[in-house]
């Protein structure tokens, strides 16, 4: 069940581009500094042999300066910390769980990344995307990311895990500004949340490029 899930989450990522454009290998680059913007989601899972799918809409700000990255949803926020390697899920503004991070928080696609092709979305004069596999650079992390050819944009995101606890996920990414409204989004409320990594605390998975787990 799991594998129609991903299949028919694979098509509507697929659907929305065209065939590869003829001409050079798109070189590696980097993202912005700081931006932020929507990221839709749409995540398949499987847990103890039970498949499902849902969707979700959540704000999303990136700032390399600062090593953080904040998500906001319905009900909870996420606060991820590169530079303590920490990150907090705050839910109703009252509870806190933590975790630590894994890997780093990539401001550039790297030169070992495997270019996938060059796509337009729309028609001729479309948003041309470069697509490149994370398979090289994200460890255990099967998937692929398209960028804006102008600016390095994120634009769409796959990741997928197989075993008996294997997703598929597809993240679109929206309205994106070269800018941080508000730097509070990124502070860490405590109470209710600890500042400082716990002996014994669980590590966070990662699915996305930017740390999202």
Known sequence: MLTFVAVALLLCASSTIGAPMDGPNASACCFPKQWEGTIGEVLGTVSGGQPSATEQAMAISYDYNILKVALVGDGYKIIQDYNKMMK????????????????????????????LGSFRYGGPQGLKVNDFSKDSFVPGNFGRISVS???????????????????????????????????????VPSPPCPMDPVVGMPVSGRSGIFGLA
Do not use: Q, R, W
């Open 149 to 187: 050819d102008d600016g390095c944009l994120p634009v769409i995101e796959t990741a997928a895990k197989g075993g008996d606890d294997g997703y598929f996920i597809v993240m679109g990414y929206v309205n994106i500004v070269n800018m941080i409204k508000d730097p509070s989004v990124f502070d």
């Open 88 to 115: 907090y899920t705050i839910v109703g503004g009252t509870k806190c769980t933590s975790a630590k991070l894994k890997g780093t928080l990539f401001n550039c696609i790297p030169s070992n990344a495997t270019f």
